[in-house]
């Protein structure tokens, strides 16, 4: 890849005179010829007789390699593949140059015996049925198993059971919206079937009815059961028509998870809007067509503390105990949350990080805090040094504190900035209070019966 990025920066310098006003021209520099390239496709017979096992070696210095081996594909200068059925296979193979992309003759290779412990792994066996099987899978657009059909995650995601609890990397993050309170993020309708089997071979159907452009599409397909990732060739996951052209490689697919009857495959955002993993839910059919849907919860389902209920002068007492109280956002713990019908969604500051939660309300939590004072009902705010003062009062009937001309603290570059003068209590913990805090909803959506809600801790 450092090679590549070489190529890329080349490219842009020439851009760069392009656009100015010199007339000189400049070479990208030469493509090699086909002799010049070199490059070896080896069975490996000792661990496979039936060269089952193949060995892709790049051999050309200053390139990148481009293979396409049918089942599957890699930029990788070696790469071991495994072909678990007897049959001639294609390998092509190109050579990412300076100067262009040169295309080789394709190799035969020529697998003599099935070994099926390739594909024997619990995880092939949950995607497609296990040799001889196939599995159909569907979008969960009725929320069957998930909330919905699709989720949104950190390109830095990855399985979810893994170790790091489905983080890689930096980019790390999630929202997983509830889809019947969402219905705008994709139609609803029949999406089609996915169908996975091993019937001589790795084999991948997609109908896809909701998506007429690419209709029905017949391929191939590779698990990596080590990586937990999903390659596609000649067939896409089922999809959505508004983001087909949101993701340049459908067939690149990160398995997030897999059981027998629930998948969760992501493909990379490019375009549209920033990049991130869109990551469809899927249950099999067999698992669809024997839902009931749940009986209906009992009770009222609510969080814990939701629209607490006081008693005449308990929310001041809480809020300022017998003479004053001081309280900051809850910047290390769980310190915002979208409250819907009673029902929050967030267990801590990853959570909402970047859609909301970022650095910049963490500097602006640091050393910042508010506080209500008994007598004469005041109210002080630091913001990170800088002093306002005012008066609060209390609405008994509705848990609803007024600061005068004053806030919360603020964060005058983030969206979710509270200007609102009037506060709600949307959760409390009467007696907890010391370790549970409050709950100030800043933001009402009548419509979905939603509090956007600061977590506000004693100091």
Known sequence: MKHLKKFIWVVLIGISFITSCQKETYDLGRMLDKSEIKFEVVQDLV?????????????????????????????????????????????????????GVVEMDPVTVKVTADNLSYVNDPLWIALSGGPGNEKTWILDIKAQYFDGPLYFYGTNNGWLEGGNAGCY???????????????????????????????????????????????????????????????????????????????????????????????????????????????????????????????????????????????????????????????????????????GKGKGWTTGQADSRDWGWNDSWVTAATNSWIKFEKNGLKYTRNQNG???????????????????SNTLIQNSGSWMNPTQTTIKVVKAFKGDEATKGIWFGTAYDSGKDEWLAFHYIMQ
């Open 169 to 339: 990397g930096a980019d790390c993050w999630n929202w997983n919206p509830v889809y019947k309170d969402n219905t705008w993020l994709m139609d609803n309708g029949d999406y089609g079937t996915l169908t996975f089997n091993l019937k001589g071979g790795p084999f991948v159907k997609a109908n896809h009815l909701m998506l007429p452009s690419r209709g029905q599409e017949s391929g191939t397909y590779y698990l990596d059961k080590d990586n937990k990732t999903l390659t596609m060739t000649g067939a896409t996951p089922l999809h959505d028509a508004n983001r087909d052209g949101c993701v340049a490689a459908w067939g690149n697919i990160k398995v997030m998870s897999l059981t027998a009857t629930t998948m969760q495959l992501a493909v990379l955002r490019t375009s549209c809007e920033g990049p991130c993993l869109l990551v469809y839910n899927f249950v099999s059919k067999e698992y669809s067509d024997n839902w009931t849907p749940p009986p209906p919860p009992v009770g009222n389902n609510f969080d814990e503390g939701f629209n607490p209920k006081f008693e005449t002068g308990e929310l001041l007492n809480m809020i300022t105990s017998s003479s004053m109280r001081t309280w900051a956002l809850d910047a290390s713990g769980n310190p915002v949350d979208w409250i």
């Open 386 to 404: 800088t002093i306002t003062t005012g008066t609060f009062s209390i609405n008994e009937s509705t848990n609803e504190i007024n600061l005068g």
């Open 47 to 99: 661990t496979d007789p039936g060269g089952n096992t193949v060995i892709l070696i790049n051999k050309t210095p200053e390139t990148v390699a481009m293979w396409d081996y049918g089942t599957g594909k890699s930029n990788r200068d070696r790469d071991t593949i495994r072909f678990a059925f007897k049959g001639d296979y294609t390998v092509k193979y190109s050579a990412m140059t300076a100067g």
